[in-house]
Structure formats: structure tokens, C-alpha cells
């Protein structure tokens, strides 16, 4: 298990940026899997990293958890000469992924450990040196970790590229130490970068199967790398599992689900279907084709069925909503039953108003509940009811126009238009 307090002296990490394809696209923003070439990077660094710089000018932009450096001219490493002292730098020539997750860490560790004033990351090895020091294959260095003086001595020769400062910290004396991994995939294009999201979706899955979490078809199961899942929980294919989740032990996620900075609790079934920025509680069923849009709070032992829409509401544990709904701006309270076809009539085209609903209440079918309104506990309403005023607990509710029968109407009308009464 990776710790923050193995390392000897602060590590600051610097994403270089300043490289860009014929048409002027940053190798940074390159979308891999949830998020960019950068964010992928970013994902890699040590826990012991303590400050992350992303070395950049105005046609780069900024990168969310990394504080902005100012790319100065022709040398896309000069500005590290402005770094504040610390103990090492861990240098970012390029965006890349890397199939094993720790690689870092252990380039980190290679380096801190020994006290070697320069180390690199390579993918591959052709051997060793006399030292007993693995030799790259390829001398095209991505990732290199400097004590902080060793650094500033390189810079100073005007080296321009990662290699070129590895070099003269050699050089200038320093010892190098090599830390190999699997595979580094360097982004620089749109096919760079949708062969690093297969290695990042390879390594984000196996690592959570790794862990207990079985998922059907890695190949066609997209989850984000600081999504959490629990020991037992099942993923089906075609789940998209965006950044910001949890999902809890038992639960199962598909097929073809989607999940954005969701809370999904133990045992819970979300069945193609959808929950943005909500919690939902354990043991419920969602789906199929439920939607729960933002800030949403569904409770235990829920049902939300097919075709049910969520908005801004709070659902009550033993809440059962099983087709055909939409609930929004609403409270709703324990063991209610919704009936198939209800709407809470929430806009009235200029204000969003609440609802809200006791525990115990029996909506029935095609009831508006036109808001703002509060029902009590143990309400009834009658199907087809639209409820516009308050109503007590325990109540029954009704409010739809009497029926009345014409009879032959329809048999008259049909022969004014020449068609069979029969």
C-alpha cells in the first residue's frame, strides 16, 4: 500500500505542457476515457507527491488540481528554474498512461531510496549496465524524477528536453537509476489517445476485479478511475461509471447504465437506467429506464421503476414508485405508493414549487399533484385526481368531474360520417 511518509524530503510533480498536433489541439486535452490526456497524468501521481505544477501558456488550459506555471518561450522547461525548493521534482515531459498504476510510485520509491540524483521511468530494458542498473530500450524519456538541486544545475545548461536534462545531470555528476514498467503510452494524437483510454480502462478494471468487484465485460464497461465500488458488487456490460461514484457491496450496476458522482447503496439494482449527482439508498430496485437527475435522495428499500423520472426530490425509505412517474421539487415521505401515470405539476412557467407528501399516502393512478401543495399522512387519492389544495391526514381525495353517459353519441356522429354503427 502506497504511503506519503516513505519518501525522504517533499516531492513536487510538473506536468510540462506546450505540445500540440498539426491543428493546434493541446496532447493535454485529448479526451481519454472520463477526462483528458492531463487528467489521466494527474490520476498517476504519487499520494506522496505534495505540489502539482502544469507548465503551460494561454493555449493550454488550465489542469483542475494542478497549479498553473508560465511556459516560457522556445523552452518548454525553463519556467522549473521558478520552482519553489523542495526535496525532488518528478518532471511530466508528456501525457502518457500506464498500465500498471503504481508505476510512479515506484519511480518515486527507486529514486528516493537510493538517493540517486536523477531516475527515469522506462518500458522496456535491453539488459543492464556494469552497476547492475537496468539499460531502456528506448532512450525517449517521459517521466524522470530529480532532487531538487540536481535540477536547477541541468536547467542551467539550457537543455530543452527531458532527455537532454536527464543528460546533464549525469553529466554534472548525478547518478542515474532506471524504475521499468509494463507500458507507457505516450498521447499525441487521437489514436494515441484512445489506445491510453484501453489502457487505462484495462487497468481501472482489473484492478477493481482484483479487489472483488465482478465485472462481465471489461472490454464494454467504462469506469472512472477514482470511482469507488465495493467487494461484491456486479457490473454489467455497456455501464458508463463517470467520476465522483460509489457504489456499495452487493449492488448491481447494468447493463447499460449510467452513473454521474452517484452514491449507490448495498444491494441496489440500478437497471438501464440513469442517476446523476443523487444518493440512493440500500437495497432498492431503479429501473428499467428510470432517470434520477441531480440532487436527488432516494431512501431504503425504494422501488423506482420503469419510466419514472426524478428531480430534486427526496424519497422516503419503502417508497415505492413502480412506472410512468414524474416526481420534482418534492418531498415525499416513508412507504408511499405511486400509482402509474402521476406528475408533480412542480413549474407553473415561472417558479419551481415543492410538494410535499406524508408517509403512508396511496397516490393513485394519473393523479396531478399541482404544487405547490402538502398532503398529510395516510392520504388517498383517487385515480385521476388533481389535488391543488392541501390535504389532511388520513383523507381521501377527490377531484374529477362526475361521469355521465350520452348514449348513442358516438353512434350518431360515426353515421354522419358514413362509417358502420354497427
Not at 507527491?49 to 511556459?71: I, Q
Not at 528554474?81 to 500498471?100: D, N, Q, R, W, Y
Not at 442517476?275 to 434520477?292: C, D, H, Q, R
Request: glycine share 12%; hydrophobic share 40%.
Amino acid at each position: 500500500m502506497e504511503r506519503k511518509d516513505f519518501f525522504m524530503g517533499k516531492i513536487s510533480a510538473a506536468l510540462v505542457g506546450g505540445l500540440f498536433d498539426e491543428n493546434g489541439l493541446s496532447a493535454y486535452a485529448r479526451p481519454v476515457l472520463f477526462g483528458t490526456a492531463g487528467d489521466a497524468v494527474r490520476d498517476c501521481l504519487p499520494a506522496a507527491v505534495d505540489a502539482c505544477y502544469f507548465v503551460h501558456d494561454g493555449r493550454d488550459a488550465a489542469l483542475s488540481g494542478a497549479e498553473s506555471l508560465a511556459l516560457e518561450g522556445g523552452n518548454r522547461f525553463a519556467a522549473l528554474k521558478s520552482l519553489a525548493v523542495c526535496g525532488h521534482v518528478l518532471v511530466i515531459a508528456a501525457p502518457f498512461a500506464l498500465t500498471e498504476a503504481d508505476a510512479l510510485y515506484h519511480l518515486c520509491e527507486t529514486h528516493t531510496v537510493t538517493g540517486y540524483g536523477v531516475s527515469v521511468l522506462a518500458a522496456e530494458q535491453q539488459g543492464f549496465d556494469a552497476e547492475g542498473q537496468p539499460i531502456p530500450r528506448d532512450s525517449n524519456c517521459l517521466a524522470a524524477i530529480f532532487t531538487w538541486e540536481t535540477l536547477q544545475k541541468a536547467l542551467e545548461t539550457g537543455a530543452d528536453t527531458l532527455d537532454g536534462l536527464v543528460a546533464a545531470a549525469v553529466a554534472a555528476g548525478a547518478q542515474k537509476g532506471v524504475a521499468v514498467t509494463n507500458e507507457i503510452v505516450a498521447i499525441c494524437d487521437g489514436a494515441s489517445a484512445y489506445i491510453a483510454q484501453l489502457a487505462v480502462t484495462h487497468r481501472v478494471n482489473f484492478g477493481l476485479i482484483e479487489k472483488g468487484v465482478q465485472i462481465f465485460d471489461p472490454v464494454n464497461t467504462y469506469i472512472a478511475p477514482d470511482a469507488e465500488i465495493e467487494a461484491g458488487a456486479v457490473i454489467l456490460p455497456g455501464c458508463h461509471i463517470r467520476p465522483g461514484c460509489k457504489v456499495g457491496a452487493g449492488a448491481v450496476i447494468g447493463p447499460n447504465s449510467i452513473l454521474e458522482k452517484a452514491e449507490i447503496g448495498a444491494g441496489t439494482t440500478v437497471n438501464n437506467s440513469q442517476v446523476y449527482e443523487s444518493t440512493v439508498g440500500k437495497n432498492v430496485t431503479v429501473g428499467p429506464f428510470a432517470y434520477i437527475r441531480p440532487q436527488c435522495v432516494v431512501g431504503d428499500g425504494c422501488r423506482i421503476g420503469d419510466f419514472v423520472e426524478l428531480k430534486k426530490s427526496t424519497i422516503g425509505n419503502g417508497t415505492k414508485v413502480s412506472h410512468l412517474t414524474y416526481i420534482g421539487d418534492a418531498t415525499v415521505g416513508e412507504r408511499v405508493n405511486f400509482g402509474c401515470g402521476t406528475v408533480v405539476v412542480n413549474y407553473d412557467g415561472y417558479v419551481k414549487n415543492q410538494t410535499i407528501i406524508g408517509d403512508d399516502c396511496f397516490i393513485g393512478c394519473n393523479t396531478n399533484l399541482v404544487s405547490p401543495v402538502t398532503l398529510g399522512n395516510r392520504v388517498f387519492t383517487a385515480a385521476g385526481t388533481t389535488v391543488t389544495k392541501n390535504v389532511p391526514d388520513g383523507a381521501l381525495t377527490v377531484a374529477r368531474a362526475r361521469q355521465t353517459n350520452l348514449e348513442g353519441w358516438n353512434d350518431k356522429r360515426r353515421k354522419a360520417h358514413g362509417q358502420d354503427t354497427k
